[in-house]
């Protein structure tokens, strides 16, 4: 039985737990690997830096083929909403 399809792909990504995570804050989240606004799949994931206006924090990013941009407020309502 195929229990795995490109429709279900789902991925886990970190990323800032809040707006200000003052360089330590990180949330681990599982989130279905399609952009929200066209059904496309979401871009590969590179690790990164996201600045909070005064600390780095190493978290997980990734550009979308179709050009739309997952903010990470979006995902982690996406991800909330789906649990
Ligand atoms: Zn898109």
Redesign the pocket.
């Known amino acids: 039985m195929n229990v795995v399809s490109e429709a279900t792909l789902r991925k886990t990504v970190t990323i800032p737990a809040c707006e200000n995570h003052e360089g330590i804050y990180s949330v681990d989240v599982e989130i279905d690997w399609i952009?929200p606004?066209?059904g496309?799949p979401r871009g590969e994931v590179k690790k990164g830096l996201s600045y909070d206006g005064s600390l780095r924090l190493v978290v997980d990013t990734w550009q979308?083929p179709?050009?739309?941009i997952d903010k990470y407020a979006d995902v982690r309502r996406e991800a909330q909403k789906k649990q």
């Open positions: 952009c606004v066209c496309q979308n179709c050009g739309h």
